[in-house]
């Protein structure tokens, strides 16, 4: 019996520290002189990113990532619902952007010029497992969303060359027009898509030069053609279908503004090429907003020319400009949106890819992930192992499944990414994260900043729910009014320090408006995107518990 209770006492002891240093290895957390240029961005890899980034190359960069083929479609799908007011919900959806690019390019100016974005600020704002828990949110986004991008770009490609006559009718569907299915629909074949990928993996691994010059060709290309469509259909404009303006009320255009948001979505990818950017303090911050302004004002002419070539009920659901061109008679413009499509879906699939192996590389570099994803290619200077297991993982996707059918579980990483960003510049700017006077006796000040944020996100949820079903307007009236009060309290009972460089304007109110207006927006988003938060987190933890906490570089410090 004696021994009996001796194991058991040994065993509930065990248990005991094991959760114990799972909490202390949760809560480390790095600061920002420890991520310095030269000793991150050299562990484990022996070799460094090559700073190549130009001004320019970061803008198109961002342009390049967020205006897919969606500026021909999106415009006009939602303008069925919204009318000509879809130009107000386009400019609603940007403002709300451009507050989140805010809270983006303080960051990418204040951090030492290394791969990360937002897994690196959350690592040194709040701790380990809460970066860990965003780069998988983002991670599992982009590679679903490269695998569906890749779909979409091998159908675009087939369409154009279906247009000459030899291709006519002779490309089977399992090339690349969607796919031939198997297995009752479990598997769908698509060729073209994983040797896309292939072709735009090898330009990547070959140098960010090459494939910063392949993004500028293909990226300039979409904008003349989209320069070209506002210019042919504004002699098309007939300024009585712009009236009336907002035929279904002012919530169609603000529901308008929660869809068209995720339009914008692509500036981040700005952030995490700090490594490779020539003066990241100064061009990061303004490539992230100068991308994101001239993508706003992209698409607000391209609603203008949509709306007023045709009355906003007949617009189609699939092609609404290129039908609408074809009806005015001018098909020639039709062919150009085709091939804007697939230089935009192009761009916005390199970008995607470029990100997701410079995650990897962060990660690989933290230990937090196998040691060869922080490996750089001693003279092409790119992180080979993470570009091509990014593009592998792409591939088998794309070519095995139809991931289409999975679009409405993302977002989720962005819209998390986003928040957590948002929180990370007002905890970053906290003056004194331990106890004062301003703060009760209780609670540090970083910890009850962290209440206040955790108050403002459960606020935009509930009031996104109470939008979304339309069960009260009280109950969402009271949910902005704690959300209000939790700004407040942040505003009042914190100091804040002012960082050099660029500096976010109105610190701690701005951040919580756009935490705020994000999980208002993850709300809207399907159930099952909610479900997959909620199980991916868990298998995050897991993994983090059997793996990341043992391998992490102990250069961090517990919170």
């Known amino acids: ?35 310095s240029d030269h000793s991150y961005a ?18 198109l960069l961002g342009i390049g990532a967020s205006i897919g083929a969606g500026i ?28 989140n690019a805010l809270c983006y390019a303080e960051l990418a100016s204040r951090f030492p010029a290394v791969v990360g974005g937002a897994y690196l600020y959350t690592y040194t704002a709040f701790n380990e497992l809460t970066a860990f828990l965003v780069f998988t949110q983002l991670m599992l986004d982009y590679h679903i969303g490269a695998a569906s991008i890749a779909r979409s770009l091998a159908s675009y490609v087939v369409t154009i060359l279906e247009l000459f006559t030899f291709f006519k009718d002779k490309i089977p569907s399992w090339i690349g027009h969607g796919g031939q299915d198997f297995l009752g629909g479990t598997l769908s074949i698509n060729l073209l898509a994983p040797i896309l990928l292939a072709l735009l993996t090898v330009i990547l691994c070959w140098g960010v030069g090459e494939s910063s010059l392949v993004n500028k060709v293909m990226t300039g290309t979409k904008i003349v053609i989209v320069i070209i469509v506002i210019s042919v259909g504004a002699f098309e404009v007939d300024v ?24 914008y979505v692509g500036f981040d990818a700005v952030a995490n090429s700090a490594e490779e950017a020539k003066r990241p303090q100064r061009d990061l911050p303004i490539g992230i907003i100068g991308s994101l ?14 709306t007023g070539m045709v009355p906003y009920k007949f617009l189609g659901e699939d092609a609404p400009l290129a039908e609408a061109f074809t009806s005015k008679g001018l098909k020639f413009v039709s062919i150009l949106i085709s091939i804007g499509a697939v230089a935009g879906l192009t761009t916005t ?3 995607g890819l470029y990100v997701q192996s410079r995650l990897y590389l962060g990660l690989g570099r933290d230990g937090l992930l196998p040691s060869i994803f922080s490996k750089v290619h001693s003279t092409r200077h790119t992180p080979v192992h993470s570009q091509i297991w990014v593009g592998t993982v792409a591939g088998i996707l794309a070519g095995l499944f139809n991931v289409h059918i999975l679009s409405h579980i993302l977002s989720v990483g962005s819209l998390t990414g986003y928040s957590v960003v948002s929180a990370c510049v ?46 009260s307007f009280i ?34 109110i701005l951040p919580s408006i756009c935490i705020f207006f994000n999980i208002f927006l993850f709300a809207q988003l399907h159930y099952e995107a909610w479900y997959r938060f909620i199980i991916l987190s868990i298998i995050s933890v897991g993994v983090y518990a059997f793996y990341g906490q043992y391998h992490a570089v102990s250069e961090t410090e517990s919170l």
């Not at 001239?294 to 020319?305: D, E, K, R, T």
């Open 293 to 306: 302004l001239i993508c706003a004002i992209l698409y607000i002419g391209v609603c203008l020319v949509i």
């Open 475 to 508: 109950l969402l009236l009271v949910a902005v009014v704690i959300a209000i009060l939790a700004a407040v309290a942040l505003h009042y009972r914190q100091v804040y320090t002012d960082p050099s460089g660029f500096s976010c304007p109105g610190v701690p």
């Open 240 to 263: 009585s279908n712009w009236s009336p303006f907002a035929p279904n009320g002012v919530k169609a255009i603000v529901t308008g503004a929660t869809v068209v948001f995720f339009a």
């Open 349 to 351: 699939l390199l970008v």
């Open 72 to 99: 021909f479609v999106v415009t006009g799908t939602v303008a069925r619902d919204a009318g000509p007011g879809v130009t107000v919900s386009f400019i609603l959806a940007g403002a709300a952007c451009v507050l």
């Open 42 to 59: 050299r562990s484990g890899s022996g070799e460094s990113l090559i700073r190549h980034l130009s001004l320019f190359d970061l803008i």
């Open 426 to 471: 007002v905890m970053l700017r906290l003056k004194d994260k331990g106890t004062s006077q301003v703060s009760s006796r209780w609670l540090s000040n970083w910890q009850e900043g962290v209440i206040c944020l955790v108050i403002v996100a459960c606020a935009g949820f509930v009031a996104g729910l109470s939008y979304r079903l339309s069960i």
């Open 1 to 35: 019996m004696g021994e009996q209770r001796s194991s058991n006492s040994s065993s509930s002891s065990s248990s005991s520290n094991w959760f114990s240093n799972f909490c202390s290895a949760a809560r480390r957390a790095k600061h920002l002189s420890q991520a």
